[in-house]
Antibody
Framework: QLQESGPGLVKPSETLSLTCNVS??????????WGWVRQPPGKGLEWLGS???????YLNPSLKRPVSTSVDTSNNQFSLKLTSLTAADTAVYYC??????????????WGRGTMVTVSA | EIVLTQSPGTLSLSPGQRATLSCRAS???????IAWYQQKPGQAPRLLIY???TRATGIPDRFSGSGSGTDFTLTISGLEPEDFAVYYC?????????FGGGTKVEIK
């Protein structure tokens, strides 16, 4: 199971920090990437980035601003940091698991999502 | 970046009818690395199909996928009440991963 946690409300220009807790499996299983996908209200899905426990990070180049993701193996969690927030970053943020059989596999397990609103 | 265009935007059908959803890619998709997801209101997406035509674990056989190259189709043969939802296609395999804009299947 995956469970996101985050601040809910963030001010414009601030940094968003989200954490995804992984339960029922070890995050250091070498055969998985751990990813982030977001969905603005009423809109479609956007991949933000994926990370492997070894430290390999893959980010969506379309974001065009500093984004980072990392793994905390001691707590079986992974995290996302998104900087310079604007109202356009208001969305439900999902964490999800993907295998490595095909390179980046489809997302087969998802968290329930956490709503983040960017507003002063 | 490969852009995925889904059509139609909305499909209005009755239970029992067949739904045909399209996903067109701006470039050829390597190895047919297309997945389909179902999303219901307030829920996370659920993986239905990968490899363009392989059903994920536990997915009923009324869901089928087909296609190759740039044109892919998700077919739901005989809509059940729980199938009314939004469906997304996704390109996977290498970065950047991209999603289509979605098709909403609504009750007519």
């Amino acid at each position: 199971q995956l469970q996101e946690s985050g601040p809910g409300l963030v001010k414009p220009s601030e940094t968003l920090s989200l954490t995804c807790n992984v339960s029922g499996a070890s995050i250091i299983r070498s055969s998985y990437y751990w990813g982030w996908v977001r969905q603005p209200p009423g809109k479609g899905l956007e991949w933000l980035g994926s990370v492997h426990y070894s430290g390999s990070i893959y980010l969506n180049p379309s974001l065009k601003r500093p984004v980072s993701t990392s793994v905390d193996t001691s707590n079986n969690q992974f995290s996302l940091k998104l900087t310079s927030l604007t109202a356009a970053d208001t969305a439900v943020y999902y964490c999800a698991r993907q295998g490595m059989i095909f390179g980046f596999d489809p997302f087969d397990i998802w968290g329930r999502g956490t709503m983040v609103t960017v507003s002063a | 970046e490969i852009v995925l265009t889904q059509s139609p935007g909305t499909l209005s059908l009755s239970p029992g009818q067949r739904a045909t959803l399209s996903c067109r890619a701006s470039q050829r998709i390597r190895s047919n690395y297309i997945a389909w997801y179902q999303q219901k209101p307030g829920q996370a997406p659920r993986l239905l199909i990968y490899g363009a035509s392989t059903r994920a674990t536990g997915i009923p056989d009324r869901f089928s996928g087909s296609g190759s190259g740039t044109d892919f189709t998700l077919t739901i043969s005989g809509l059940e009440p729980e199938d009314f939802a939004v469906y997304y296609c996704q390109r996977y395999g290498d970065s950047p991963l991209t999603f289509g804009g979605g098709t909403k299947v609504e009750i007519k």
